[in-house]
C-alpha cells in the first residue's frame, strides 16, 4: 500500500479540540516531526482537516 509522510509545521497551541485530536490520531506530537502513514482517503481527510498546521513532504 502507498505511504505519504505528513510534517508537523505549526504549534497545535490554541487549534481547536478536534484538531489537536486529528494532529495525534496522526501520529504527530512535536512540531518538525514527520510520520509516514497509509496513503488512504480517511488518512487524506485528516489531513486537510488540519491543512494549515501540517505539510505532506514527498
Given at each position: 500500500?502507498?505511504?505519504?509522510?505528513?510534517k508537523q509545521?505549526?504549534?497545535?497551541?490554541?487549534?481547536?479540540?478536534?484538531q489537536k485530536?486529528?494532529?495525534s490520531c496522526l501520529g504527530l506530537r512535536k512540531i518538525?516531526?514527520?510520520?509516514?502513514?497509509d496513503d488512504t482517503p480517511s488518512i487524506r481527510?485528516?489531513?486537510?482537516?488540519?491543512?494549515?498546521l501540517v505539510t505532506v513532504v514527498e
Open positions: 500500500m502507498a505511504t505519504i509522510k505528513v509545521i505549526k504549534s497545535k497551541i490554541g487549534a481547536p479540540i478536534d485530536r486529528t494532529l518538525s516531526q514527520i510520520v509516514e502513514v481527510g485528516m489531513i486537510r482537516k488540519v491543512h494549515h
